[in-house]
C-alpha cells in the first residue's frame, strides 16, 4: 500500500503490539520520549491519550501492529507511526465520526485522537492495512 514518507526526526524506541502489555509499554515510551524533549505534564498526557487509542485499535482491528516513535529535537515534536496489515478501514469519514464503531467500542477513538494531536493522518487500503501518524509537540 502507498505509505506516508519517513517520520521526521530520529528513532527513540520501537514496539510491536500482540498484547495489552505491549500497548502499555509503547505508551510509556512516548511518555518517556516527550519527557526527553521536556514537555509539560498536560501535552504528554495528550499525547499519550491519544496514542492509547490508536495502538489499541491496531491491536484490536488491525491484529497487531508496528509502532516506531522518533524525537525531531529542532520542533520539540514527538513523532508516532501505528502500522499494520488488517483488514484496514473502508469509510474513513465514517469510522473517524463520533460514536461510530464497527465492533464493541464507544466509537470515539479515531476521532478523539485526531483533536488531541497537533498532527494526524490515516492511510488505509481495504484488505491490505492501516497506518496511522500522530505528532505531540512537548
Ligand atoms: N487499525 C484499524 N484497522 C481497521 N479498522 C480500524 C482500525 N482502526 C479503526 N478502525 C475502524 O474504525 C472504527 C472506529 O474506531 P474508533 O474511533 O477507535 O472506535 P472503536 O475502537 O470504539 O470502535 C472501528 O470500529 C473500526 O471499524
Ligand atoms: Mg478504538
Known sequence: MRRLPPLPGTLFESYEIRTEQDIFR????????????GAKVIRKTRLVTAVSEIFRNGLIYGGGALVLIHCHNATRTVWIDCCDDGPGIEDM??????????????GRGLGGAK???????VLSEPGIGTQVRLAGRA
Open 115 to 121: 483533536r488531541l494531536a497537533d498532527a494526524f493522518e
Open 26 to 37: 509503547a505508551r510509556q515510551s512516548v511518555g518517556r520520549a516527550m519527557d526527553a524533549l
Open 93 to 106: 469519514a465514517l469510522a473517524l465520526s463520533d460514536g461510530y464503531t464497527s465492533g464493541s467500542g464507544l
